[in-house]
Structure formats: C-alpha cells, structure tokens
C-alpha cells in the first residue's frame, strides 16, 4: 500500500497537479492535488486516462536500428550511442552542424528532456530548430515583439479577475489554455456583473456559456476584429490618459482606422453589427479586460494580423499591467529555440522568417527536399511527432526519407519513430523527474518539480542520461577537467557554485554543454538522487539573477548566487509544486522592451495585409465548398500523448450541420468522404446545429494507426500559411464533403 504521491497531468499545458496511487507500473487512483499552486485540486477528466500514457502497447524497450531491408532491429545501449553519435559527427565533418536540424524538445509537460538536449546541439553545432510552438503561437509571438519589443514580451490573462473575458478562436471548456478553466468560466457565466464573450463559427461549449457569442464566418477574424478596433477609435473609446502614458502611435492608428466602414467589415465577418457594437462597448467600459487568442485564429488565414488586431483592444483599452488585464509575466525558461549558437533570423534555404528561434513548421520540408548546399540534412526528434502534427504529412515523411541521418527520441513507436534511421526510447515522464517550462501567471508564477513515480521501464534511459552519453561519445567534454568540479562538489552545492563560476567564466564551452556539465559533476550529489535536475539549477540561478526582487516577494531568501541556490532548494522542497516569483502590479511596464518603453502600436509589416482587408472577403472555392477546421479539441483528444487502445469509446467524427447532411443525404453515423486539394479520408459524421451550415471539423490526434480516425495533416497543405509567421491554417482547409458509399 502506498500513499497518494504528487505528480501532474501531461495532457495540456496547464499541467494540474495530482496525486495519484501506483500498483506496479500502473497509475490505478487520480485525484487532484490541492497543494498545487496553480490547479489547487482541480483537474479534468482527461487527467483520469494517464495510464493510457504510460502503459500504452507501443511503449518502446530497446534501441531500434533501421536495417537496409527497411526493418528495425533492436540493439544494446551502447551500440546505438556509438552509431548514432558517430553518424551525427559525420554529417556535421561533411555539411556542418547547421545542417542538424533539431526538432521538439518537450511535449505538453517535459521540458527538461529538451533543456539537456541543448548541450546536444552545442556539442554539434546544430543551430536550426524547431517545435510546436511554430505552428500555433510565433505570429503571437512575433506581434508580442512589434508591440512590447521582443518576443518573449508575452502577456498573460487573468481570468479569475477579469471583469470582461474575451475568447477569440479557442474553446477553453475542452482545452483549457488557463488554470481552473471550467471552474473560472463557469463564475464568469454566473456573475451579471461580468462579461464573458467568446469569438467563434460554432457554438462551442465555452459559447454556450456566454453573454455574447460572435459567431463569425470561418476564417473572417480580421474583419471583425478590425471593425471593432474601429469602432472602438471612431467612437473616442479608447483610453486617452494611458496611450499618453505608455504608447506611442495612437494618431497613425486613427489615420489607419478611420475610412473602415464598420458595417461592411461586420457584414463579411457574418456578426450583426449591434452584436459587434455591444462586445465593443463591454470592453471599452469595463475595469479590466483578459482576452485569450488561441487555435481558432493562430491557425487561419490573418492570424498574424488577426493577432496584432486582438491586442490592440487591450493596449487601446489601458488593460495591460492591471489586476484582471493582461501582465508581461516572468519564466523559468524560454520554450523557444537559441542556446546552441547565433540566432539566425532566417531559414537557410528559403529565407524565412525565424520567430523566437524557431522555423516555421510549414517550410521544414522545403528546406530539406531541395539541392540547395545548405538544406537539412539530419534530423534529430524528441518528444514531438511531426509526421502526424505537422502539415501535408506525405510530405513530410517523403523529407525524412530525403536525410542522410534521422533519430526520434520518444518513449513510444510513433508515426515519426516508424520513418527514423534510429530510434531511442526515453523513460516517460513517471520514470523520471520532470517539470515544464509553461510558466505563464502573473503575479505569482509557479513551476512544479515532480519527482518520479516509478524506475525507468526496463530498456529506457531518461534524456538527461541520453543527452550525456551523446554528448560524451561526440568527444565534446574531452579536454573539460572536470575534477574540480567533482571536488567542489563533495563539498556542497555552495562551494560549488563558487567554482562552478569561477570556471565557466574562463572556459565558454563549460557554459554551452553546462546542462551535460553540471548532471556530469553536481548530480550525482543532489539530494533525492536528483541528478537529473542538475539543469534545474542552472535556470534557477537565471531566474534568480534575472528577477531577484520577485524571486525574494516569493519567500526565497538570498542574494547573488546564494539565492539561485535557495531556489533550487525549494524547488526540491516541493514537490507539489512552487511559486517561484511575486511580482508587484507594475511589472509589466517596466518589462515592455521597446528602446522608449512604450508599447508601438502601429505594426508597420502588417499594414499592406491589413489594407488588402478593404478589397478582399475570405477566399472561396466552388471545387471546395466546404472550411474543414482539421483538428478540433474534444474530450477524447490529447494531441498524440495516450496511445493506450481502449482510452477512446467514440470514434473521432466529422462534425456537420444537419442542413449540410441534409442536403447531401448523409444521417448521422453513416460515412462521409472529405477530400481536399491534398488528400481524402473517409469519417463517421456526427450531426450538430453547434456549426455553421458550410464549416465542418474532425478532430486532432486521430489517425494513429491502430484508431479508425482520421490523421488530420494527410488533408493539410504546407503552402497553406501565414505570410509573416508562416503558421499554417489547419482551421481552414478548402474540402468537398460527400457520402462514401
Ligand atoms: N482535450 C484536449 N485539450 C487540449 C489538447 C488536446 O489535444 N485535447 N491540446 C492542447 C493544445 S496543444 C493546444 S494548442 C490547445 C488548443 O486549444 P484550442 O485553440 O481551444 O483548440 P481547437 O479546438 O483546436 O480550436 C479552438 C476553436 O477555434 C474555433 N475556430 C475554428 N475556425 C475558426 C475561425 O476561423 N475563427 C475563430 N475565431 N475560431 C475558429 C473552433 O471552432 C474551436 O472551437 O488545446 C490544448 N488542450
Ligand atoms: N491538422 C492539425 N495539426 C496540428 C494541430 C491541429 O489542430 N490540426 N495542432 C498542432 C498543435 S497546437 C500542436 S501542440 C502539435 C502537437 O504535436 P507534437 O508537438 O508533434 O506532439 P504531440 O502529439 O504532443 O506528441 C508528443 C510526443 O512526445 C512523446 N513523449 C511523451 N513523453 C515523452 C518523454 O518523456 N520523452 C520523450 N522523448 N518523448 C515523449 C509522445 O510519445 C509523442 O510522440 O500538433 C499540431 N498539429
Ligand atoms: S486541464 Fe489539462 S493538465 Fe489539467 S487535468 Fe485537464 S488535461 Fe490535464
Ligand atoms: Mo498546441
């Protein structure tokens, strides 16, 4: 019998923390954990099906080597490190390590898998790299930096005391996206004095629970969201006293604005213009106001504008670095790419646009299949599947057959693994210690240490044993003298700080493979046999040295180095979770980035797309009548994270009006077939008067093989993308639906 032990759910990035009972390898009792800083007990109830993680069939157990016939073969340890370091090294002695592209690095919960594989990159030299974040949030990012000056100026909502919450393209009932989300809607709903308003073609269940539903044409965001910054500029509702204060631009923006005929924009986006004026009218009144911008735009046509246009409501507004508006909070670490090597700002083939470090996901498989000198020509995946999540999978299984070398570090057999020359298996997130890096609140931030519920699955080697290993057979630590280190070590993690510092300053390769450097040396003398936090270290004396007076608000006590040291301490101290920083209200001021310290309104690179808005309407295509949202969150989705094959009881339906299935004579239950300009696949539908008549959706993580769903990216097109950020629109993809007989 053993007691409930805290961990956290995988499943989004929210991250609840639990408390769960094990039996053997198995997590057989879940229960929210009321200790977390954040999630405070809650959780929902996909938090229930973590064991379809964890014991899923296709959990990997060996190292497997592609054989020429195509086959896998399983072998030892220390054959696959040899082979696949040295084939690494060889594609770096001929091409150079730009030419490894690195992409993941953490999926919804373990992120220090990725931070190890930093000294990775380091020892290789591979600069180019990529994650999910490329095809959802670098427009968001990138606006973040037009805006408040740099891409990580990312604001965060406050929901719990917004007194106006704005959705835009996200269903947080089913996604979340924000703590207690459930819990905080339904407050939100009950409360008269509060307004919650929700921007979306189908009457979600989020949308249901709203004051005012605008329930815009699929993929017309930019319009509606443009008319209402009109009107919020023609109608004097912006907030005069604090634009003076804090932005710069205002008169351009008016300039901009001002011939935007408001009923036409609102006609094309399909909202009744009282609606619009009244959502406009809510915001502009209100004490603070939260928006949360999510799939529903970052992944449609506009995104990047639609984006700039969604914040300028809140900066026009005065609700950035108010209590119940949007705050600049601080992180434990960066999601986004760097570390290995000089930031470049774009791709090497096709030149484009690199977002806080990250290639665009649409444009990975052009920069492989290609002759150009400087295309990708190894890959290393971790803790992501690409040849499901990423746009035109075809494609991009025919990219990974194009590279000279390919290696998927996964804990499962997946889509992506099947296409490597090598597999690793990785002990799961349970079999290791783990924390993510989405620390998003303000004003007190939190980020949870877990401590590992089991031994790593017989076979299995946790990344930061992996990475060590790569790193070591590369040579990359040989000529490191690494006995002081050692020594300083035995003789406390204070005296080791000092030499740890002392060396680092001399030696800069100490501080590229420091993650490998420090689980090397401090590790093995970290209480709780935590070796494989040692990295945890190094970000927290980051931390400590970036916002020390908000590490100390946090109850952590130092100074320097010393405070670094007692933020690792707690953060081991606890093992349900800890808030790592307390910021004062006015933080997020002094953290916009901009040379004057003023949020730039006016986004100059948007500006011939936002024009366009005048002449245009959103794109229509007779061969294609219908917009497939390819990709919906619903209760039986978790990206690719549960494997296990009872988890799902429904199957993953195509969504449509009944009108729609009227007309081409299809009842519910009975098979259609969805064809797009790059593929077909045939699905269930399910009838719903939550669409509009035109907007069909199928859900994501589908299609994974022992499933009879549908893989959404073999109906995707990477050329379907934005043009700043080059997000691709899986929200909106042209389809023919008809009846498959
Ligand atoms: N259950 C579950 N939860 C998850 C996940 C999961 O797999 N399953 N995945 C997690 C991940 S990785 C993410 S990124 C989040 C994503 O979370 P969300 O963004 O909330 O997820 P989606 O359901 O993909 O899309 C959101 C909404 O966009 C709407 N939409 C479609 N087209 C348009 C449009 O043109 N305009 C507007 N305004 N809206 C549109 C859809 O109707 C849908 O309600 O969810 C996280 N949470
Ligand atoms: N058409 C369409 N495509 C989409 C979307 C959509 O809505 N529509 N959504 C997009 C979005 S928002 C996202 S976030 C992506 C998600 O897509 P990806 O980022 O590619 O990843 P996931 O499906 O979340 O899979 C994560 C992988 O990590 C592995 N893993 C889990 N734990 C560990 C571990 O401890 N170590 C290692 N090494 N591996 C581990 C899992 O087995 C899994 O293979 O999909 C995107 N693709
Ligand atoms: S909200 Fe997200 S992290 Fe929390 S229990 Fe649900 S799926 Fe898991
Ligand atoms: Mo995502």
Not at 34 to 60: F, I, M, N, V, W
Not at 552 to 574: Q, S, V
Request: glycine share 8%; aromatic share 6%; proline share 6%.
């Amino acid at each position: 019998m053993n007691d409930l032990r805290p961990t956290a759910c995988i499943i989004c990035s929210i991250n609840c923390g639990l408390r769960v009972r094990t039996e053997g390898r198995r997590i057989v009792t879940i229960r929210g954990d009321r200790d977390h800083p954040t999630s405070a007990g809650y959780h929902c109830e996909k938090a229930r099906s973590l064991d379809h993680y964890q014991s899923a069939p296709d959990r990997l157990t060996s190292p497997l080597r592609r054989r020429p016939d195509g086959s896998f073969e399983p072998v030892d340890w220390d054959t696959a490190i040899t082979d696949v370091a040295a084939r690494l090294a060889a594609v770096r002695d001929a091409h150079g390590g730009e030419s490894i592209f690195y992409y993941g690095g953490g999926a919804q919960a373990n992120h220090l898998g990725g931070a190890y594989g930093r000294a990775l990159r380091a020892a290789l030299g591979s600069t180019f790299t990529s994650n999910a974040l490329a095809q959802e949030k670098t427009g968001e990012f990138w606006v973040d930096g037009q805006l408040f000056g740099r891409p990580r100026c990312h604001t965060t909502p406050d929901f719990e005391h917004a007194q106006v919450a704005v959705f835009v393209g996200n269903n947080p009932w089913q996604s979340h996206g924000f703590p207690r989300a459930r819990a905080v809607l339904k407050d939100l709903a009950r409360d008269p004095s509060r307004t919650l308003i929700v921007i979306d073609p189908r009457r979600t269940e989020t949308a249901e629970l709203a004051d005012l539903h605008l329930q815009v044409r699929p993929g017309a965001d930019a319009w509606l969201l443009g008319a209402m910054v009109a009107l919020m500029l023609r109608d004097h509702r912006a907030n005069q006293s604090w634009l003076d204060a804090h932005a710069h631009g205002l008169d351009a923006l008016q300039a901009l604005f001002a011939d935007v005929d408001v009923d036409v924009w609102c006609a094309i986006a399909d909202v009744p213009v009282a609606q619009v004026h009244a959502a406009v009218d809510a915001i502009a009144s209100a004490e603070s106001v939260s928006i949360l911008e999510d799939l529903g735009i970052q992944q449609a046509p506009h995104s990047t504008l639609s984006s700039w246009l969604e914040k300028l409501l809140v900066v026009l507004t005065g609700n950035l670095g108010r209590k119940g508006g949007m705050n600049i909070h601080t992180r434990f670490a960066s999601l986004g790419g760097g570390g290995g090597g000089r930031r470049q700002a774009t791709s090497p083939v096709g030149g484009h646009r690199i977002v806080g470090g990250l290639i665009p996901c649409n444009v990975i498989a052009d920069e492989l299949l290609t002759d150009h000198p400087r295309r990708f020509r190894a890959m290393i995946v971790e803790s992501a599947n690409p040849a499901h999540s990423l746009a035109d999978t075809p494609r991009f299984v025919e990219a990974m057959a194009a590279l000279e070398f390919s290696v998927v570090i996964d804990v499962a057999m997946t889509e992506t693994a099947r296409q490597a020359d090598y597999v690793l298996p990785a002990a799961s997130q349970f079999e290791k210690w783990e924390a993510s890096f989405f620390n998003l609140e303000f004003p007190a931030n939190a980020i949870h240490l877990r401590p590992p519920l089991f031994e790593p699955l017989e076979g299995t080697l946790p990344e930061p044993e992996l990475h060590t290993r790569l790193v070591r057979a590369l040579g990359a630590l040989d000529g490191l003298d690494p006995a002081t280190l050692h020594q300083a070590a035995a003789q406390g993690l204070e005296t080791y700080t000092m030499v740890f510092g002392m060396a680092a300053a001399t030696d800069r390769r100490l501080m590229q493979l420091a993650p490998v450097v420090l689980y090397e040396t401090m590790g093995p003398v970290l209480p709780q046999g935590a070796r494989q936090t040692a990295v945890m270290w190094a970000l927290a004396q980051q931390v400590a040295m970036t916002w020390p007076d908000a590490v100390r608000r946090a109850g952590i006590e130092g100074d320097g180095m010393m405070l670094g040291n007692a933020l690792y301490h707690a953060l081991l101290a606890h093992p349900s979770g800890l808030v790592f920083t307390v910021d004062l209200p006015d933080a997020t001021i002094g953290r916009i980035e901009t040379p004057d310290g003023r949020v730039h309104l006016v986004v100059e690179d948007l500006l011939p797309e936002l024009d366009a808005l005048r002449t245009s309407s959103p794109r229509t295509d007779d061969a294609f009548p219908f917009v497939l949202a390819a990709g919906e969150r619903r209760t039986h989705t978790a990206n690719t994270l549960l494997r296990g094959r009872t988890w799902r009881s429904a199957p993953g339906a195509l969504r449509i009006n009944p009108a729609d299935a009227a007309r081409l004579g299809l009842a519910d239950g009975e098979s259609a077939r969805i064809t797009t300009k790059r593929g077909a696949a045939v699905a269930v539908v399910a009838l719903t008067d939550t669409l509009r008549p035109g907007h069909v959706t199928l859900p994501n993580g589908h299609g994974l093989g022992h499933d009879d769903g549908v893989a959404p990216n073999n109906l995707t097109s990477t050329g379907d993308r934005d043009p700043i950020a080059g997000t691709p629109w899986h929200k909106h993809v042209r389809a023919r639906i008809e009846r498959a007989d």
